[in-house]
């Protein structure tokens, strides 16, 4: 089994690109009891880049009509 306890979480609340990067650290300091998976929903049209995603690259495929946020 890969987890032995796996918590979900189904967000109620649609949030904002920093809104969600923020509840998702948080998340990480409550995981002491194992893992969570949450779903959750986008307030606004955004871009999530991961740490080695290039902004300009994200602009270039998605344009400037999103906003872009940071993992």
Known sequence: ???????????PVARSGPENMAVD??????AE?????R???WS???VSLGYFQSLAEAQRLFGNDVSYVRR
């Open 1 to 11: 089994m890969l987890f032995e306890n796996l918590r979900v979480w189904r967000d």
């Open 33 to 37: 009891d194992g893992p969570i998976l």
């Open 39 to 41: 779903f959750y929903d």
């Open 25 to 30: 650290e948080w998340l990480t300091t409550q």
């Open 44 to 46: 606004g049209d955004w």
